[in-house]
């Protein structure tokens, strides 16, 4: 089992996602890549960005959400379960699902939303006056 800075929980998660989506770690070709961006020194002087391509599917993962390299294995390989679910179930994949669910949040809200219209002060007369 790798060590990716997560918990024990966490990488059982993470291996039993990658074998319900197929993935396999010989299938995968990993390097690392000097990251940009926020993070300061440390981030110009080691090779922390995470670099996955999985060679079956074509799919690549370019992962620096963190300064530690061991983390950021952890993210690409998440990400890489997330393209592939996206990829085979379409729109029953768990990502699919959960932008559905925001998408119709908002749809409700918006639609309570409209119910509701501010009342509006003539503008000849001034604030205090509309409150009479």
């Known amino acids: 089992m790798l060590k990716l800075g997560v918990t024990d929980r966490k990488a059982e998660e993470l291996a039993?996602?990658?074998?319900?989506?197929?993935?396999?770690?010989?299938?995968?070709?990993?390097?690392?890549?000097?990251?940009?961006?926020?993070?300061?020194?440390?981030?110009?002087?080691?090779?922390?960005?995470?670099?996955?391509?999985?060679?079956?599917?074509?799919?690549?993962v370019k992962m620096q959400k963190s300064r530690d390299q061991r983390l950021n294995r952890f993210y690409a390989r998440r990400r890489m379960c997330e393209l592939l679910e996206e990829m085979v179930l379409g729109e029953k994949s768990p990502e699919a699902l959960k932008q559905e669910k925001i998408r119709k949040q908002k749809q409700r809200r918006k639609r309570r939303g409209r119910g509701k219209e501010k009342p509006t002060i003539d503008e000849g007369k001034s604030a205090d006056d509309a409150n009479l």
């Open 16 to 60: 039993s996602r990658m074998e319900r989506c197929g993935l396999v770690e010989s299938d995968m070709k990993e390097s690392f890549v000097r990251s940009s961006g926020p993070g300061g020194q440390r981030v110009n002087k080691t090779s922390s960005c995470v670099y996955l391509r999985h060679e079956p599917t074509g799919l690549e």
